[in-house]
């Protein structure tokens, strides 16, 4: 460790505490050449767990340092990789403890700025806000932003659907608060959260990494040779539509998209059967899950066979 990040460091731990000096100072050291080294990361951390009340200076450098850290520094940019999400997880979970305002910032935030990330991630995200949840016995206006932000920023960039896994989390929240709602804002998620899952494809995701690497090099590859790259587009018509689509993954990459989005529209029973099974499991037809239902009969007037029975059963 350099001599100045150690001095700063010891400066911390006397103090518990790093003010906007000490903040300055780091961003100074660890940002000379616009990156994060893992290094300068794990330190981060180190620094992280002697604060006792992180400030909005401390808070504000380390959610960008690891978010540039975990999404920007890798090829192609944007794709959070396995090892990325492993490190990153390890480091959050070592204490057993999840600090909203620093380290599950930088999940949600990871999550908001990349293209693609694993899945993990965003149950990670999920759970730790469950797990608030239930030890503050309510559902405020605060968390209900929180899961709104992890629920958007892990459908971003085009994988708009929420998981069943994801789905799972939304109705273990609410299966543990009895049916009870304690914000209004909560009802609105529920029934969005839940309409999106069973209305939008959960393959409706972006490009791969193996897709985006291959865009990245015909980029570079066009930009080196300017003028083969005006040979093709003026070839033919075909070649200069070809030449602009490329970029974009292509036009079966778009209509791939669009008939899995458009299969996806249609309630199969699987779905009916899991949605039927949380409705009568729980033994209580919360408002919740009214407003689920008629956002549901709004979208399809003739609800799946299944999923009537279940609510005139429990109605």
Known sequence: MPADLSDILSRIARNRQAGA???????????PDDAISLDEANWLFDVNGLIEAPGEDWRRLFVEALTDF????????????????????????????VDPATELEVVINVLEKAIAAPDALALLALRKV????????????????????????????????ITRSEAEVIYSIHDARGGLEDDPAWLDLFAKALLNHLMF?????????????????WLDDTSVSAGRFMQNMVKSLRGMVNAYREPDFGEEYYQRRTAIQQQAETITGEEAEWLAGKLVGNGVYS???RALIEALKAEQPQLHPLIAAAVDKIS
């Open 287 to 289: 408002k919740a899950e």
């Open 130 to 161: 469950e797990e608030h949840v239930l030890r503050a016995n309510r559902i405020s206006d605060a968390e209900v932003q929180m899961l709104r932000r992890v629920l958007h920023a892990a459908g971003g960039q085009q994988a708009i659907a």
């Open 70 to 97: 975990t999404v920007h520094q890798a090829e192609p940019r944007g794709y959070v990789t396995e090892d990325k999400v492993g490190w990153l997880v390890a480091h959050i979970m070592k204490d057993g403890r």
């Open 201 to 217: 494809a959960s393959g409706f995701a972006p490009p791969t990494r193996e897709e985006a690497l291959r865009r990245e090099a």
């Open 21 to 31: 000096e000490e903040v300055l100072a780091i961003r100074r050291l660890i940002y």
